[in-house]
Each structure stands twice: as C-alpha cells, then as structure tokens.
C-alpha cells in the first residue's frame, strides 16, 4: 500500500475537541494548587484521618488508572471498531499510574497510622494476626507494592510501544504480537490488582479474609474506566452530531453501554456471592465485616449502592435509545464514577469507624485535591499524545 493511500485511509482527527480538553489543565492544576494547601493544614490538624483521606483518595484515582489499563489490554485481546475509538481515553489514564506510583510512597511512612498490622503493638496483642504475619509484614508488602506498580508501568509501555506502531506497520504484521501481549498482560493485571486490593484494602481489618474481594475491587474500577472512557468519548463528539459518520460513533455508544451493563452485573454478582458465602459460613471472625457496614447509618449507605450500582443502571441500560444518546448515557456514566467513590467510602471507612456512619471534611477535600491533579496529567496525555491521537479514526 502507498503511503498516499495508506493517509487515505487513516482520517485525520480535528484539532478543536483535543483543545478544549487541554484547556481543562489549567484550572484542574489551580484546583490541585488549593487543596494540596487545605491538605497540609488538614495533615497537622487531624494527621490520623488525614492519612484515612488520603488512603481512600489514592485508591479511587489509582483505579482510574487501572479502568484505562484494563481497557487498553482488553482492545488488544478482542479488538473492535469500538475499542479503537476509546483507546486513546485509555491509555491517558493508564499513563497516569506511575505517578500515582509515587503518590504511593508517603503512605510507606505512615503505614502505622493506617495498616494496624504495621503496628507492632497491636500485632504482638492479637493471636489471628500474628498467624498471618508471614504475608503482613512491612518489608514484604513494600516488596509486593513495587512488584505490582513494575508490572503496571510495564503494561502501560507495552502498550504504549503498540499503539505507536498503529498505522506506521502494516496491521496485519502487527495483530499476532498485539493479541498474545493483550492476553498475557490481562492475566497479570488481573492476577496484580487482586492481590494489590488484598494488600491495601482488605488488610485495613486483618481478621478479615474474602477471596472474592479482589475481583469486587477490580470490577469496580474496570466500571469506573468504562464510564470515564463514555464520559471522554462524549466530549470528544459534541461537536459531531448529524455530520457524515455519526451513525457510527452512535453505535460505538451502544457497544460502550453493553460493556458498562455487563460491568454492573458482574459487580452486582461478586458483591452478592461475597454476601452469600459469608452469612451462610457464620463464621465470627468474616461476619465482623458486614456488621461493621450494617448499622450506625452503613446500611443506608449499602442500600443506595445496590440502588445506584446495580439497579438503576441496569434498568436504564436495557433501553437501546438510551445506549445510543451519548448526553444521556454520559450522564450516567458520572452517576457510576460518583457512587464508585462511595462504594471505596463504603469499603474502607468502616475500619477507621467501625461504630457508626462517619464523614470528615478531608475526605471529599483529598479526592477532589487528587483527582484535579489527575485531571490534569490525563488531559495533558490525551491532548498532545500524538501517538494515541494521531492515528485514530475520527470518533
């Protein structure tokens, strides 16, 4: 094929909606600006729920980061007119991780005041966890925290390594080796996020053990990074309706909604079998969990995830007009972002708090102060990653 052709074929993407995406960066780095000031004051005035903010923050944002790696692998791994159009949203975000990587590391000098089992106090105080000592102590979960973030950052260059050879190599040279790096990278952020959401989130209660608990964390942010990717895609098309081609971009819509409903039910099934093994076991030390999230206000919050988790979205998402107006499915799509930060809310903070329903002001302050700063590195990505842009078809 001749490369007059080849440019034939390969439409070129108009400047105008990557320039308003960039032009987010600017405030979202002011926004970033003030809460890291509100921050600092918050750390020296209440340092313990300082660092339970900050936990709670960084876990949201680094799954966004994981939703757009699992995204970028799984265009690998299946392909299709719809993974093409979203690919560029995802691996900005997947870009993200390895700085929120090193947002990771204050949390290594606070781990006392986060993890109890750093405690050496309270582990010398309790039997149960001193019998998981070989997996929860310090060393080796530094070593399992820099074992999953090298995995991470390598997918996130493997696939950024593919998607600059898009449209430079002839696809089918490429196809084979794209496939088998998809497959092989799916298996090891799979096998990585289970065991990272055993380590940084179950471990807040170390009595504590589910195996499914891995995969509820993981399906919860694959949803959070289907949703970004409609969110972004949205954007993108605004100034593309009733212009040649948007049949295409509707179904695109349709194919992202399908995928974002198969998410919701794959949660809602995870979240209830985990229920369903636990109270049918009986057993003291895992039924301690869900009593911490069942009173003292925790069981209204478990209520409006079923309702707006579950519920909700799966019933608007049988609707096919609904799939196919991007505004409408947008919307939604914030809807999930949303309630995924109070499904983490909802995971974490009973430890902290196991007696009641419990809010601080620092908590929406670090999420918003993190994802501003998020924000920006995302949309600097996405904005002037001639790679990820460049040889896209126009969506």
Not at 1 to 29: D, F, K, N, Y
Not at 52 to 66: I, S
Not at 144 to 153: H, I, Q, S, T
Not at 299 to 313: D, I, R
Request: neutral net charge; glycine residues 12%; contains cysteine.
């Amino acid at each position: 094929m001749s490369h007059m052709a080849q440019s034939e074929l390969t439409p070129v993407i108009s400047a105008a909606p990557h320039e308003r995406i960039g032009a987010l960066r600017r405030p979202a780095l002011w926004v970033a600006g003030g809460g890291a000031v509100f921050a600092v004051a918050g750390f020296f005035l209440d340092r313990p729920e300082f660092w339970n903010a900050y936990l709670l923050a960084w876990l949201f944002w680094l799954g966004m980061g994981l939703g757009g790696l699992g995204l970028g692998l799984l265009h690998h791994v299946s392909g299709g007119r719809w993974s093409e159009h979203v690919r560029p949203i995802a691996e900005s975000a997947a870009l993200t991780l390895p700085v929120v990587g090193l947002l990771f590391v204050p949390m290594l000098l606070a781990m006392p005041h986060i993890f109890p089992w750093a405690d050496g106090q309270q582990m010398a105080a309790n039997e149960l966890w001193q019998q998981k000592s070989d997996w929860l102590n310090v060393p080796f979960f530094v070593g399992r925290a820099a074992l999953y973030f090298a995995v991470w950052v390598g997918l996130v260059l493997g696939l950024n390594r593919l998607s600059s050879r898009v449209g430079a190599d002839d696809p089918e040279s490429i196809g084979r080796p794209s496939k088998g790096f998809g497959a092989v990278g799916m298996i090891l952020y799979i096998l990585t996020t289970t065991f990272a959401a055993f380590d940084w989130m179950m471990s807040l209660e170390p009595a504590w053990f589910s195996s499914i608990y891995g995969l509820h964390f993981l399906v919860g942010h694959f949803v959070a990074g289907v949703s970004l990717a409609i969110v972004g895609l949205a954007a993108r098309s605004s100034s593309q309706q009733g212009k040649p081609g948007w049949g295409d971009r509707l179904q695109t819509f349709n194919d992202l909604g399908n995928l974002l409903l198969a998410g919701v039910m794959t949660w809602a099934y995870f979240a209830y079998s985990q229920f369903l093994i636990i109270w049918s076991a009986n057993i003291p030390e895992e039924a301690v969990w869900y009593v911490h999230r069942s009173r003292g206000g925790w069981q209204w919050v478990a209520v409006g995830l079923v309702v707006l988790h579950f519920g909700l979205p799966f019933v608007l998402l049988l609707s096919r007009s609904l799939k196919r107006n991007p505004r409408v499915l947008a919307g939604l799509a914030g809807l999930l972002l949303c309630v995924q930060a109070v499904d983490l809310y909802w995971l974490a903070v009973p430890a902290f708090h196991p007696d009641g329903f419990h809010i601080h002001w620092l908590y929406p302050l670090l999420l918003v102060g993190m994802g501003a700063a998020w924000l920006a590195i995302f949309v600097g990505h996405l904005s002037r990653g001639s790679h990820l842009l460049g040889r896209q078809t126009e969506v």
